[in-house]
């Protein structure tokens, strides 16, 4: 089946039909037990994606509210991107990195520069999110010599050793605690209707603190909307107060902007919403809207730690710029700017947010938060979501759970139809008032089969 990117729900087998569950258990020989959920039902398997639609191997089609965690801002395999990959492929697939560069690296180096606020000019390419937070925090200790961070309760930055770090969740550090860098201190993430002077009172007290602790603060953490942890929007004072509280000397701002960035939220960047421009900026996800790769683009003064190459990098990897990838990133970025995806993503924001004042005032939800494409609604006691997510599978909606299970994320491609987000919320609408109390399952499990057993 040829998907045109714009199909409504086509269910024409179980969920997960016979061909998932043949895959869930040659998968379940080969992977890792942790990686794939598998309880209590198998996932289905995505055998093609287009615009918003996906098609599984049993021939079921579902309207995609993830947006592939947020990949696919332009939509799946959008055909910009996938001619960009087709010709980049096999004219040169592979450079050699930081030795002998491929050009296309540079244009896409330019290109961020292009797009970033301020005077963010200077970057790292990186093969993902984790690595790009890792090369930031990095960064800051060169810059300022001081090797302690500040981040924030609830915030996600990845899970290799140093993005875990700083990562709050404590399902994600407790196995590995004793091997992650002991100096960073977390602070609460505020929401809009918290006392925000009193989340910067402790910011500033970790810093000052901090100055006689062993671990000097030199990194300051966010993410401008709290992603993970529940699509949290904090109030619009907060990263202009965060930006008062580093200098760009001795304390970087870093904003992680993985999930937020690359037009997700209406803007190029989340902190354009609040004229913030931080030291450092972390993008990935929607950056290429297809192939890994992810970046850090600074400010000339944020970089300058950095020493000038010898002949060997002290910070590089194989695969950096690798030339398909900036393809698809130069690409995606030329859709995103040249299809009005911005406005576009403000504008089924605002179609996203004006149903969920609906539910919120008929009781069915406790609130929403975020903008664009990037928003959440808490649905309940914790769990309750991942319940809903199953429920949705099964009638041809994908859609995930943020926070502690009770978040619903709808962060759909920019370029799903009105005609298709409609009736998907409308299914989410028609399961909220029947949510169990769903306080013992898995507040941290993305796995949208729970309770989607129909065999």
Known sequence: MILSGAELPRLVAGIPGP?????ATRLAAHESPNITCQQPAPPIFWVAAKGAAVLDVDGNVYVDLTAGFGVAHAGHANPAVAAAIAAQAPILAHGLGDVFPPEIKVRLLERLAAIAPGDL?????????AEAVEAALKTAVLRTGRHGVIAFEG????LTFGALAVTHRPHFREPFEAQLFPGVRFVPYPAATEDLDSVLAMVAHELADAETSPW????VLVEPILGRGGLVEPPAAFLPALRGLCDGERTLLICDEVYTGCGRTGRWFACEETDTTPDLLVLGKALSGSLPIAAVIGTPSALSG???STG????TSTFLGNPVACAAALAQLEEIEAGGLLARARDIGDLIASRARRWQERGLIRERSGRGVLQGVRVGSPGAGTVLCAAALRQGVIVLAEGAGDVLALTPPAVITPAQLGPALDVIEGLLPGLPDAGGSDPTSHCASNGADTA
Do not use: D, T
């Open 19 to 23: 061909a998932s569950r043949a895959l």
């Open 155 to 158: 915030g996600y930055h990845g």
């Open 121 to 129: 000019q200077v970057s790292i390419l990186a093969n993902s999110g």
């Open 216 to 219: 000097p603060v030199g990194a």
């Open 312 to 315: 060997e990098a002290i910070h």
């Open 306 to 308: 950095w020493p000038p």
